[in-house]
Nanobody
């Protein structure tokens, strides 16, 4: 059984910073891309950033220059450093990962439970 557990959300003032973490645990053969999504009330879930196993990264335009995604392959963990936060960044943030649990299996996408980020004065 594979689990993704996020941490690091909370309430922060505009201009502040937060660092989200997402750790994958369980029976894991390999992890390919890992990503962060967010969903604000009344809106669809959207991709914020992703990172490949080779550390290639991509970002949503509105977070470029403010958010940084990284990963520690030895710890099966991805991080999202969020700086210069704005009220419009308020959302539930979810991580996901493309994971192969056995060498003979295809990779599947797994999701974390989400962590709330609120940017407000």
């Amino acid at each position: 059984q594979v689990q993704l557990v996020e941490s690091g959300g909370g309430l922060v003032q505009p201009g502040g910073s937060l660092r989200l973490s997402c750790a994958a645990s369980g029976s894991i053969f390999s992890i390919y891309a890992m990503g962060w999504y967010r969903q604000a009330p009344g809106k669809q879930r959207e991709l914020v950033a992703f990172i490949t196993s080779g550390h290639t990264t991509r970002y949503k335009d509105s977070v470029k220059g403010r958010f940084t995604i990284s990963r520690d392959n030895a710890k099966n963990t991805t991080y999202l450093q969020m700086d210069s936060l704005k009220p419009e960044d308020t959302a539930v943030y979810y991580c996901n990962a493309d994971i192969r649990i056995r060498q003979s299996d295809y990779a599947q996408v797994y999701w974390g439970q989400g962590t709330q980020v609120t940017v407000s004065s």
